[in-house]
């Protein structure tokens, strides 16, 4: 591959954000819910072209008031896997309503690992949806809204496929989560691959996901209408109002470089999907290059020969020029044609004999292929809290391009640091592909189950495993339930309840002062000092007649240094000045409160959420009463219970329900009782100077042992 330095047009392709493929034949049954929508009524809310526009304005609003109110935002609350643990998080995309039936078309990449779909229409209605399907081949997927009634105002697809390069189209959707947006560009290339002049053609497979590639199947559209993270799965539009592409890649940085999947395709997948969920595809197992180079003048190339695969077992090999299928002319001249013919060889039935004329340094034979029926989705994936990791279900595709010599077993993906796979004996690596538990069998999440329940005592569980072409074996002890972290026990020490300010000599000269010490900054509630009449500006000399020596003026723990040579109980005479004049304060020292360092949190599975106590300095720099009770959010997780609430690292947490919680022990009860109880669960929390409610939705605090 040529050097990025040296080329900068690869560097332009390598900013290119998202995935993108496709699939499913030309002849693909197409729903009867596809019609022409021209007659639909356009919602009260539309936008309505202003009289006077010039004709390319007025042909633009025309097109913005067909589509745009069939065009939704996406909210999705994804679950990815990091650290051995789930992370739920919330993401955005765009979409539009295609059938009367209500089904919304986008991409896969906006709906990949989703866990809840919300639709939010122009005039601000939100509605809950549901995936129907999904295909990552093609990046393209259907929701279906939910709570609105039916038939349904739609967009409809562009019958028409000839666009031609200067051809005026308009992007919509939500870039940044920004609905009811629109750009308008032009058509750049009606087919374009993603292969630089620059780059090897043989590259371009290689580039894509080993696991759930995309990109093979057709050629973008590549227009210069501006998209930006969020206008994923939105509509191109032409200005007849009827959708010519879905648009699914553009730079990050600048809008001048955008391209979508043609509507043609985009219709025949959607059709499929609604039909049956999911696209079925058949692979002969080669990868294709186009004639570019080669000096043959018809055929298309033999790129890459899957092992064991059907191609394989016909005796094509590396080289080969296949001229025919079936009869049927195959002719790549250009890279850009190479999509089409894999989509030809995608559609073929599984186990039909098909018939291919190959040529080769020894002249042209027939060859017949049996296609096999290619692998779907990637295996499933999943965190498993008690042996802290998260694994994926390997598929015999997974394991064939990882040269696995097993094609089933759950490889590890992740592991949480600390955790039971993490400190087995030995470690579990990244990587491995688990085979069996104390003998018995994995494959699936599900096979994990008997080892989800707690089961006291803990004992350790032999693990087999496949890592680095080795068959190994650990012994792994399970943890089950919330993770506490105890800090290390802390001596209290003698404590004056004050903070200071360090005044050396020099700056005390300045200060006009008379003398150098520690200059009280802040009196503590219960403080001993304050206690004895001691506040804030008066300067502290000297302890039990030893001077207090401020070194410098940055060092202010000295102060709590010599405090802390004496023991709690000691009376102690402080002295120091105020307005110039000598003062004693005779005190009897105290313990200190325990630092935040010291305080005991737990990560809380049930809310995705870090708790920890509520202590002194807590309590102080919000100006609670000290009989306050409660817990402080450390961390939320965006896409946990807690995050969708809006709770916030800094809360304090005082009510669950109608329970009280005064501890980290009260926090799991609480929640398991207030969610027994309903469908939302209130929660009273302290945030700045005010007392609010917050709102967790049950169906978001996950199950736990």
Excluded: C
């Excluded at 929508?37 to 008031?65: C, E, K, Q, Y």
């Excluded at 409660?630 to 961390?635: F, N, S």
């Amino acid at each position: 591959m040529p050097s990025t330095a040296r080329h900068p047009s690869v560097v332009a392709l390598a900013l290119l954000i998202a995935a993108a493929a496709f699939t499913v034949g030309a002849d693909a049954a197409r729903s009867a819910s596809f019609a022409p929508a021209t007659d639909a009524p356009v919602p009260s809310g539309a936008m309505a072209a202003a009289p006077g526009l010039a004709p390319g304005a007025a042909a633009i609003a025309r097109a913005r008031d067909t589509v745009m109110p069939h065009v939704v935002s996406i909210l999705v609350v994804r679950e990815d896997f990091e650290g051995g643990e789930p992370k739920l998080s919330v993401s955005s995309g765009s979409g539009t309503v295609v059938t009367a039936e209500g089904h919304i078309v986008t991409n896969a990449h906006v709906t990949a690992k989703g866990r809840s779909y919300r639709v939010v229409f122009g005039d601000g209605r939100e509605r809950e949806a549901t995936l129907v399907g999904q295909d990552n081949a093609s990046d393209l997927a259907v929701l279906r809204v939910r709570g609105e009634p039916v038939p349904m105002p739609h967009a409809r697809f562009a019958s028409r496929d000839d666009l031609r390069p200067g051809e005026t189209v308009l992007a919509m959707g939500a870039p940044w989560g920004l609905s009811n947006s629109l750009s308008a560009g032009v058509v750049n290339n009606p087919r374009r691959l993603l292969v630089s002049l620059f780059e090897d053609e043989a590259d371009y497979e290689s580039r894509l996901d080993d696991d759930s590639p995309t990109g093979r199947y057709y050629a973008w559209i590549q227009h210069d209408a501006a998209i930006a993270p969020g206008n994923s799965g939105g509509p191109l539009v032409d200005l007849d109002g009827a959708i010519v592409g879905v648009n699914t890649r553009g730079m990050l940085f600048g809008g001048d470089l955008a391209f979508a999947i043609p509507a043609s395709d985009v219709e025949a997948v959607v059709a499929e999907l609604i039909a049956q969920g999911q696209v079925r595809r058949s692979t002969l197992g080669l990868r294709l290059r186009s004639l570019r180079g080669s000096g043959a003048a018809t055929g298309v190339l033999v790129n890459a020969v899957e092992r064991d695969s059907p191609a394989a077992k016909a005796g094509l090999r590396p080289g080969d020029r296949l001229l025919t299928l079936d009869g049927a002319a195959l002719d790549a001249p250009q890279a850009v044609d190479v999509p089409a013919i894999q989509r030809r060889f995608a559609e073929l039935p599984p186990g039909l004999r098909v018939r291919l004329t190959v040529a080769s340094a020894g002249g042209e034979r027939g060859v017949t292929v049996v296609p096999e029926a290619e692998e779907g989705a990637p295996g499933a994936s999943a965190a498993f809290a008690p042996f802290g990791l998260a694994v994926q279900v390997l598929t015999p595709r997974m394991s064939e391009r990882r040269r696995l010599d097993v094609d089933a077993g759950l490889l590890v993906t992740s592991l949480r640091a600390g955790g039971p796979a993490t400190t087995a004996r030995p470690p579990l690596p990244v990587g491995a592909v688990l085979l069996s538990i104390d003998g018995q069998r994995v494959a699936t999440i599900d096979d994990l189950e008997p080892w989800r329940a707690a089961r006291r005592p803990a004992r350790p569980l032999v693990v087999a495993y496949l890592a680095g072409g080795e068959r190994r074996v650990s012994a792994l002890t399970p943890f089950w339930g919330d993770r506490v972290r105890e800090p290390l026990p802390e001596l209290p020490k003698a404590w004056a309840g004050v903070d200071v300010q360090p005044i050396p000599v020099s700056l005390a000269t300045v200060l006009g002062l008379g003398a150098p010490g520690f200059r009280i900054t802040r009196v503590y509630p219960g403080s001993a000092l304050g206690a004895a009449g001691a506040r804030v500006g008066d300067l502290l000399t000297a302890i039990d007649g030893v001077p207090l020596d401020a070194v410098n003026d940055s060092r202010p723990e000295l102060f709590a240094q010599r405090v802390s040579e004496f023991g709690i109980g000691d009376a102690v005479v402080f002295e120091g000045r105020r307005e110039g004049r000598v003062q004693r304060w005779r005190t009897t020292l105290v313990a200190s409160p325990v630092p935040l360092a010291g305080l005991r949190s737990t990560e809380v599975a049930m809310l995705r959420a870090q708790l920890r106590e509520l202590g002194f300095h807590d309590r102080v720099e919000r100006d609670l009463p000290a009989t306050q009770a409660g817990v402080v959010v450390q961390v939320v997780e965006a896409g946990g219970a807690a995050g969708l609430a809006h709770l916030r690292a800094g809360d304090v947490i005082v009510r669950i329900g109608g329970r009280a919680v005064d501890g980290l022990d009260s926090v799991r009860p609480a929640l398991q009782e207030a969610a027994r109880a309903g469908e939302r669960i209130a929660v009273e929390l302290i945030r700045g100077g005010e007392t609010r409610i917050a709102v967790i939705a049950r169906r978001w605090i996950p199950e736990t042992p």
